[in-house]
């Protein structure tokens, strides 16, 4: 790698370094109770020369990821990083300070604010905007807005923001909050060895989120805005790296915000902890139109993510890179797979073009042009390659048995693992262990092998969250799935829920074959809905449906509720109608019999094990 790459450019760490104010000492953050929900300072080791447990690559990414403090991006705008996975900018204005993204956490916001403030006065926040829906740009607002401080305050957000904010874990949320443990490393030690960043930053902060609904909406590019004197023109991206994001000029202070549409690394077209595939083609095209849509009106541009870009034609070139990559990967994706190639043989197939790959911003930090492009293939034409062989196969214990079989018993795939791995086929060595495991999930032996050879390819990811994926791997096979899962459940993120949404949230969890042969209906009477709206619940077959009522019904329901948000959130916590007074006619015990069908996901279920 050292011959591969420019480690002489030193313009990165030039850019993450310039502007610099102070920085918070000591770089740790913790909550109301004591508990530490962030600690920066424990990267100090990436100060050290590369060693050999880690990629050369990933290393200076770190490296720069990890540079904490109060920077100025130009007059009148500056942004703290390192105090949280994201960024968080301030822009002065007339009376205060218009705040871009206030981080995960309560905590960390506050921290971050009390930096700036530290450094530049202590002004009152009027004003907050949320450049896009992923919560490491709007868990920390009650940070720097605290309750009753957002009165008279506006919340700016792309149109959409707030339903897509809130939605991501109403149906997926337990897997993909249980996935993203292993894509941040959460559980594993920080250190050369261990956890060393995810490459769009350091890691996530594990404090207080919430959410300030927005109060303005930006419907369509071009919409400008003045929020305490500051001038802002927006262009809305949806679809890009959230269904609802913007990018965003600062005219006066000839300033491009990128939102996370474009960031000092390949992004995920498909994030692995799991997600709705991404639609890179989309996410060039907004590039392309930020590059005509604002040319000649700024000098510097940054994102909520890493460092800034200075010059006005160092930003041009840095998109049209950005621009470039995602629209290669779209392309030749489907190049390929119209030549008949599969996912993961396209995936193995694709290079960048020597231009683009020698650009430090497009290599694979956190994103990977191998999952990518099997994302592409994804997005296209799902999980099936067409080869009937892989129609119907069996679920991987009992495949698993079958393979250990053919390769003579447990032992003998033990050896021949053993062998490929000594070869350096790692990966390969990697799929007969793990089939080795999946069969005899006992054998200590096999999963302490399958370990040392996860931890191999780990030291060798340029990716982030590769690394963590294995190294997270090789830690639970060898010592089970440890920790607990960090609750990302507050009242304001369950007042935002519709109640559609609400009820969705419980119809995934019905429990289907123990409730074949039930059948029921409960109607809500919705009374903070236009015209008391009546909504109509039906348990038939296993399958929990609801509709608005647009008619009178044919039949009457079991039971009738007469209640509002707050108290449909009590009943589904498992409060009783009576202590939450809630209007009830009908048969009461028809709520009971429906709550008994839901389940309560495992939020620790085993990955790397059966």
């Not at 231009?355 to 293939?377: I, P, Q, R």
Request: glycine share 10%; net charge negative.
């Amino acid at each position: 790698m050292g011959a591969a790459l420019p480690f002489e450019d030193a313009t990165d760490f030039d850019d993450a370094d310039r502007g610099f104010l102070g920085a918070l000492v000591p770089g740790v953050v913790r909550d109301a109770r004591g508990r530490v929900v962030w600690d920066n300072d424990v990267y100090g080791f990436l100060g050290d020369e590369c060693p050999e447990t880690a990629h050369p690559s990933l290393w200076r990414q770190s490296r720069l990821c990890a540079k904490q403090g109060l920077y100025e991006v130009t007059e009148g705008i500056y942004q703290v990083r390192g105090l949280d996975l994201s960024n968080m900018t301030l822009v002065e204005g007339l009376r205060g300070i218009v705040v871009i993204d206030p981080l995960i956490s309560t905590e960390t916001a506050a921290a971050a604010l009390a930096l700036y403030r530290e450094h530049r006065g202590d002004r009152p926040v009027t004003g907050l905007i949320y450049t896009h829906s992923h919560a490491d740009h709007f868990g920390g607002a009650r940070g720097v807005l605290p309750d009753g401080a957002e009165e008279g305050v506006p919340v700016l957000a792309p149109v959409g923001f707030l339903e897509h904010a809130v939605s991501e874990n109403v149906y997926a949320g337990n897997a993909m909050t249980r996935r993203a443990s292993y894509m941040y490393g959460a559980s594993l030690p920080k250190g050369p060895a261990g956890q060393i960043g995810t490459g769009l930053g350091q890691t996530t902060s594990i404090g207080t989120i919430s959410l300030v609904p927005p109060t303005v909406d930006i419907t369509e590019t071009g919409q400008e805005e003045t929020v305490d004197g500051v001038r802002i023109v927006f262009q809305l991206t949806p679809g890009t790296e959230a269904p609802a994001e913007m990018n965003f000029l600062f005219p006066d202070h000839r300033a491009l915000c990128l939102a996370e549409n474009a960031t000092h690394n390949m992004h995920n077209v498909l994030t692995l902890r799991g997600a709705v595939v991404r639609d890179a083609r989309v996410w060039s095209r907004y590039l392309d139109e930020a590059v005509e849509l604002f040319h000649g009106r700024y000098d510097v541009g940054f994102a909520s993510h890493h460092w800034p870009t200075w010059g006005h034609d160092n930003v041009v070139r840095f998109l049209t890179e950005q621009r470039d990559l995602y629209a290669y990967l779209h392309d030749q994706t489907l190049r390929m797979l119209n030549e008949g190639l599969t996912g993961p043989e396209l995936a193995e197939r694709i290079q960048l073009p020597p231009a683009l790959e020698k650009s430090w911003h497009t290599h694979g930090y956190y994103g990977s042009l191998n999952h990518n492009a099997k994302a592409v293939y994804q997005r296209y034409l799902g999980w099936f390659d067409g080869n009937v062989a892989h129609l119907w196969e069996h679920p991987p214990a009992e495949l698993a048995l079958r393979y250990v079989d053919v390769a003579g018993g447990p032992a003998q795939a033990l050896a021949k693992a053993r062998a490929y791995a000594e070869d350096g086929d790692l990966r390969f060595a990697a799929t007969l262990l793990n089939h080795l495991v999946f069969a005899v999930p006992e054998d200590r032996e096999a999963r302490e092998t399958l370990g040392s050879v996860y931890d191999r390819l780990g030291y060798g990811c340029e990716n982030g969250p590769w690394r963590n994926f294995y190294l997270t791997a090789a830690q639970e096979l060898r010592h089970g799935v440890q920790g607990e899962m960090v609750d990302t459940t507050n009242p304001e993120m369950s007042m935002a829920l519709t109640v559609p949404m609400l009820l969705d949230s419980v119809a995934v969890r019905i429990d289907g074959p123990r409730a074949w042969d039930d059948e029921l209906t409960i109607d809500l009477v919705e009374v903070e809905s236009d015209a008391d709206a009546v909504r109509r619940l039906t348990l038939h077959n296993g399958a929990l449906t609801h509709r608005v009522l647009t008619a009178p019904p044919r039949t009457p329901a079991g039971l009738t509720l007469t209640l509002a948000k707050p108290q449909l959130l009590g009943l589904l916590a498992g409060k009783s109608p009576q202590e939450l007074g809630v209007g009830v006619s009908g048969d009461p015990a028809l709520l009971g019999r429906l709550l008994s069908y839901v389940t309560t996901p495992d939020p620790l279920f085993p990955i790397v094990t059966p």
